[in-house]
């Protein structure tokens, strides 16, 4: 059974700004680390909910953003294969790492240090790192559909990436912005083309809920 889940930290901003099917579930980022880490704090307070309700394939979205994933048309049922992992992708202008330097110049060596970091630890992630670092694939938006055994590997990898940076407190949420280039990097050295579906993604408005004009959810 597939699960989505998405965080909020405003009580007052919980809701979604789109219809949505009755198994996403909400998840409340009261993490002390949610300013810096983003939605991507919550991770352990996710997957502790896949374990409980025995889970077997989980999903994250956003408030006003989610993928479009594949369904039967008859019972609309959402149909995964858990042995892949479906997510969503854009080119950026420029490379990852021009990109990254100049739109977080507060941050401009962490993208960087923490390749350095997983090149350190796991030497075989080499072509992985160098291939999202110097071209201009990403995987954004930290939402993905994935088996519960494979979240739980990535986010103790990320995890122990993130935990080996000194994140800091500018820009807001820096730790999910870097997630979406280790998240790129993870999958590119763990799963083969064939085992990705890579599929498109919405974005609506904060406040009216209306669809915007954008590439996969890249739209303002």
Known sequence: MLKVFYTFRD???STLKYEASNDFTAVMNDSPMGDVLGEIAVYDKILAEAKLMCYDVIGTAQIRRHLVLPSFTKSNAI?????????TWFWT???????????????AGLFEAA?????NKWPEYKNAVETVFGTNLLFPH?????SRDKF????QWLMFVLGSLNLPPEPSKVGSLLAERLFTIWVMQNFALKDQVWVPAKAYDKVTGKELVGFNGVAD
Do not use: F
Request: glycine fraction near 2%.
């Open 115 to 119: 390749c350095q970091v997983i090149v």
């Open 93 to 107: 202008n420029g490379t990852n790492a021009e990109l990254w330097r100049r739109c977080h110049p507060q941050a």
């Open 79 to 87: 149909v995964v294969d858990p042995n892949k992992i479906y997510h």
């Open 11 to 13: 009580i007052n901003n």
């Open 152 to 155: 739980e590997r990535y986010s």
């Open 142 to 146: 930290n939402m993905w559909v994935m």
